[in-house]
């Protein structure tokens, strides 16, 4: 199979699944704090605690959406932005598993 016709085939599954606008918002997400830190942390704890800084974001915008009024729209962003970091974190994991535990 070409490139062509996998690319093809990842659209089709993408329209199939319904979540274009979503794999949308998390690339332009992704680009943007790419663009605003460069930096990725080179360790696995420092890469993780930023989906997770950002997971806990998501679940505070939720409380306050459930139990302060807060906004619709603040939910979906923070959940672009866990979406993104997490997309983050596995561009940047190596293919194989690292020699030692602290570094990647």
């Known amino acids: 199979m070409n490139s062509n016709q996998s690319n093809l085939q990842l659209i089709e599954k993408i ?26 942390p ?3 704890i420092h890469a993780a605690a930023i989906v ?16 302060e009024q807060g906004e619709w729209q603040e939910v979906q962003k923070e959940a672009v932005q866990v979406g993104a970091m997490a997309i ?13 535990r602290l570094h990647f």
């Open 15 to 40: 329209d199939a699944l319904g979540v274009r606008a979503a794999i949308d918002a998390l690339l332009h997400e992704l680009e943007r704090a790419e663009t605003k830190f460069p930096a990725w």
């Open 42 to 44: 080179d360790d696995l």
């Open 52 to 67: 997770g800084e950002e997971s806990g974001e998501l679940i505070r915008a939720a409380l306050q959406y459930q139990y």
């Open 88 to 100: 983050r974190l596995l561009k940047n994991l190596p293919e194989q598993e690292p020699t030692g």
